[in-house]
């Protein structure tokens, strides 16, 4: 029996009779999912063995196109970008001429000519953030700082320059009388400052220290394989 949808009105009686349908709604809604599939999502086994290889077409003599994507060649998908998008290539410079790609001359090697960006030597950067569209920078090596440290040193005298003052002390006498015999003599006592020759090198001294640290540029770069980058530029 199926399901006939009640359409109820102000003035519709509830009757067990219409409320009693939940068999007919399953067996309605059995009904669209069996009759739901995703057949047009999948690849047929046909189409299956006509893009991919199986062991009937693999080996020797083989039909099948390794450089196509469901059936299309890696040229017309290349073509198709729009331009200003870069990527890499995973080849040589022999497959350029004049830095345009000789497989789809709308592309250039990123060298900064031919309307390319510079992109050869650097590493690329998302945008956004604390970064614009453009900004460039960085550095591949590195030389770490380092510090040095000496032992505490008491100077000596022999390592200042100097002299030493010295007072000495002089007895003086004068003579008193005529021209008799008699006299008297008077002896005083006078200071007298001198000092002595310089003493000391007077010049610089060393000290014993230790350096932490390296004088050799370390580089900074991460592992990685190197490609030609490339821009579509026509």
Known sequence: MAYTKT???????????LLNHIEEQYTEIMSYLS???????????????SYFWD?????DGSTLDADTLEGVEGAAIISGATVG???WWYGTLDDFTDGYLDADPTWHICDGAGGSIELREVFILGAM?????????????????????????????????HTHTLTNQYG???????????????????????????????????????????????????????????????
């Open 85 to 87: 998008i870069g990527g």
């Open 172 to 234: 003086t006498a004068v003579a008193r009388g005529g021209n008799n015999a008699s006299g008297s003599v008077n002896a005083t006592l006078e200071d007298v400052d001198n000092q002595t020759e310089t003493a000391g090198g007077g010049v610089g001294h060393e000290h014993t220290g230790t350096f932490a640290g390296s004088t050799t540029k370390k580089s900074l770069l991460p592992p990685y394989i190197a490609l030609i980058p490339i821009q579509k530029v026509a």
């Open 129 to 161: 953030g604390a970064f614009s569209v453009g900004d460039s920078g960085g550095n591949n090596l590195f030389k770490p700082a380092g510090y040095t440290s000496g032992e505490a040193h008491v100077l000596t005298a022999a390592e200042v320059m």
């Open 7 to 17: 359409t109820w009105a102000a003035d519709t009686a509830v009757t067990y009779a």
């Open 55 to 59: 062991e009937s077409t693999d080996g």
């Open 35 to 49: 009759a739901h599939d995703h057949d047009d999502r999948y690849y047929l086994k046909a189409e299956v063995d």
